[in-house]
Structure formats: structure tokens, C-alpha cells
């Protein structure tokens, strides 16, 4: 009557910037799963998490797991798709032939060799050589594989149950938007951030040795700062006077003052769209990095213990733009980061070839 169908579509995201909001949370959710599930005699896996995104992209759930007492070659997932993808009517003509014949057609075998195939690179036995990517090699995050478009352009949220939800908008691609000012409050946030989160880790790991009491209030504190970044993070809409005709607009737009007022916002914030903004974050950082190498990383000049400090170079920065450029502190707030940041790198080049004409 009906033909269970056997095909794997395994037309899987082949980057990151390929996969819809729903695969990034998808991916989201699984390696947070298998993160929670480490432990020191079972370590992290990436690729455990690329065989359980493997069946969560190609529709299929588990019935029964592997065995790991028999051989590799021999080890086989008991499969099945997902009820979702049949008709009422073929559930029920399933559901009998099982009841009468004891045995459920909609299951099969996958071995793990075939899975192996699907997501593993393909190398040449002799030279090593990479013949074939596997599927979900992009999620070792190489080269330039990372996600550089924002997953949630316009979201809505309330800071209350019981009020009405505002709209926010994301940043544009590679945060053509930002100034430097907004620039250095987003980035600082995400470094407290990210110090709050480590404190939380460590307070976890003490167990019985931190009270409840301070182990909430952290937990407090890393929600705050991550409400904080957030706040920075989105525009919502606001009234705007042009400068030129003054006349009032309600348009998206960022204001200094807005972390106090979006904060609330932003508290209790979805763990799994939490960590698909922090892959956009990573590869933000990855492409500045890229673009602007001197500003993000402190570099020793052979071997001397002199290196480029970040902080000084912003200072200078901010001076030789008010001096030659005739801008005040605020008017350089107000420029485009990346400017900023090619006036750093280059400052910081120049520093380099100094300092190497000196040691010559």
C-alpha cells in the first residue's frame, strides 16, 4: 500500500553563511547538548556533534543506538525519519502492519562507516592530500569559513510580561553602521562578558564551596552583561532631528545613552540565539582581524618586549585625527570604525618599520 522511502537527502548547508536561522540554532542546540554532556573521561567531540547534526539536518531520529562492543565496521544506528514527514493515514497503516506482523518498516539500518563517508574528508592514502571536503567540515570554522551575516535582523522583545513588545533591528552586514564610538562600547561588553561568564564557570566547578546565594547573584551579573552587549548590539526606533532641514523622523538609530534603556530588554535572553550571535561575533573577529592584523593582536618587534598596545594606539589615534584632521573628540566618535581602525593599523606599521630601522 505505501513504500517507505529510503533516500537521505543530503543536500546539507555547506557553510555557515548557507544555513537559515532555524540550521543555526539547530547547530546552536546540538553542541550545546554535547558540550553538557563532556566529562573528563569522555571529552569533547567535534565529531560527535557533526554525526548529530547530521541527523538533524537530514530529518532522521534514532531508535536504537550503536553497539560499541562489536567492531567498527559492524556498528549500525537503528533509524527511522521523522513522523513529521508522513500523512495521518500512513502512520496508521504503519502502526497496524506492526501490530500484526511484529516488525516496523519504517526502520532501517545506518552504519557508521556510511556516515563516516558522508561528513569526513576523502584523502589520498599516499600523499595525505584532502580529495573530497566532507559535508560538515565547515563547522571547524577554517580559512575564511565563518559567518558574517546577522542571523536576526529584526527582533521583538519585552522587558515585562504584561507590555507591549518592541521591534529592534541588528546591525548591517560586517556592522557597516557602527561607529567607533558604538564600536568600542559593543566590543567592551562582550569582554565583560565574557569575564563574567568565566567567573560563573569557576564558581560551578567549586560545587558545595560557593553558596547558592553567590552563585545566583553571578549568574545575574553574566545575564546583565550580556543584556548590556545586546543593548548596543540592536537600534530600535527612535525620533531623530535632521541636522540639516530639522525636520523629526522615526527611523532605527543608535544613541550613546541607549544601554541603560534596552538592557531591561534584553535580560533572560534565548541561550540557543545567544550562541548563534556569538558564531557572527566570531566571525566579525575573524574578518577584523584579517583586515586589520596590528590592531587586534600585540606583536613583539624581534623579539624585544616593546609591543603594540591597543589602548595607546587608540589614544594616538584619537590626537593625530583631532590635530590633522581638524575633529574634536566626539566628531571621531562619530566616524565609521573601520576608518578608525585603517588610521590605527597603518599608525601601528609605521610603528613596526621604526622600530625595525632602529634594531638595524
Same mark, same amino acid.
Given at each position: ?9 543530503? %543536500?546539507?548547508?555547506?557553510? @555557515?553563511?548557507?544555513? *537559515? ?11 550545546? *547538548? ?39 565496521? #559492524? ?12 500523512? @495521518? ?5 504503519? @502502526? ?32 595525505? %592530500? ?27 522583545? *519585552? ?87 530639522? #525636520? ?25 540565539? @545567544?550562541?548563534?550571535? #556569538? ?18 593582536? %600585540? ?62
Amino acid at each position: 500500500m505505501f513504500e517507505e522511502k529510503r533516500h537521505i537527502d543530503l %543536500r546539507l548547508p555547506r557553510s @555557515w553563511n548557507d544555513c *537559515s536561522t532555524e540550521d543555526l540554532r539547530t547547530v546552536a542546540r546540538v553542541l550545546m *547538548s554535547c558540550a553538557s554532556k563532556a566529562t573528563r573521561y569522555k571529552p569533547f567531540s567535534l565529531k560527535e556533534v557533526k554525526i548529530a547534526l547530521f541527523f538533524a539536518f537530514t530529518g532522521l531520529e534514532i531508535v536504537e543506538p550503536i553497539n560499541p562492543r562489536v567492531d567498527v565496521e #559492524r556498528q549500525y544506528y537503528v533509524v527511522r525519519f521523522r513522523d513529521k514527514s508522513f500523512s @495521518w493515514l500512513h502512520r496508521a497503516w504503519r @502502526w497496524c502492519r506492526k501490530r500484526l506482523t511484529g516488525e516496523d518498516p519504517s526502520v532501517f539500518n545506518l552504519y557508521l562507516w556510511q556516515i563516516s563517508s558522508w561528513i569526513e574528508p576523502d584523502k589520498d592514502l599516499n600523499s595525505g %592530500r584532502v580529495l573530497r571536503a566532507g559535508l560538515l567540515d565547515w563547522l571547524d570554522c577554517e580559512g575564511n569559513n565563518h559567518l558574517f551575516v546577522f542571523p536576526f535582523q529584526e527582533i521583538k522583545r *519585552s522587558h515585562s510580561w504584561w507590555r507591549r513588545k518592541r521591534v529592534f533591528r541588528g546591525p548591517e552586514t560586517l556592522m557597516q553602521d557602527f561607529t567607533w564610538q558604538r564600536y568600542r562600547f559593543v566590543q567592551d561588553y562582550m569582554e565583560h562578558y565574557v569575564t563574567q561568564q568565566n567567573l560563573l564557570l569557576q564558581m560551578q566547578e567549586k560545587g558545595d564551596q560557593v553558596s547558592d546565594r553567590d552563585l545566583m547573584k553571578q549568574e545575574k551579573a553574566t545575564d546583565l552583561a550580556r543584556a548590556c552587549f545586546l543593548a548596543v548590539l540592536y537600534k530600535a526606533k527612535i525620533r531623530v532631528v535632521e541636522d540639516k532641514t530639522q #525636520r523629526i523622523r522615526v527611523d532605527f538609530e543608535y544613541q550613546s545613552n541607549q544601554v541603560s534603556d534596552y538592557a531591561p530588554y534584553f535580560r533572560n535572553f534565548p541561550e540557543e540565539d @545567544w550562541q548563534v550571535i #556569538r558564531f557572527w561575533w566570531e566571525g566579525m573577529m575573524f574578518y577584523l582581524q584579517t583586515e586589520y592584523p596590528r590592531c587586534f593582536k %600585540r606583536q613583539a618587534v624581534k623579539g624585544q618586549p616593546k609591543q603594540n598596545n591597543p589602548l595607546e594606539l587608540y589614544t594616538r589615534t584619537t590626537a593625530t585625527m583631532q590635530k590633522y584632521l581638524g575633529l574634536d573628540e566626539t566628531e571621531v566618535n562619530s566616524q565609521f570604525f573601520q576608518l578608525v581602525l585603517q588610521h590605527m593599523d597603518n599608525m601601528a606599521k609605521e610603528n613596526d618599520e621604526l622600530e625595525r630601522i632602529k634594531g638595524s
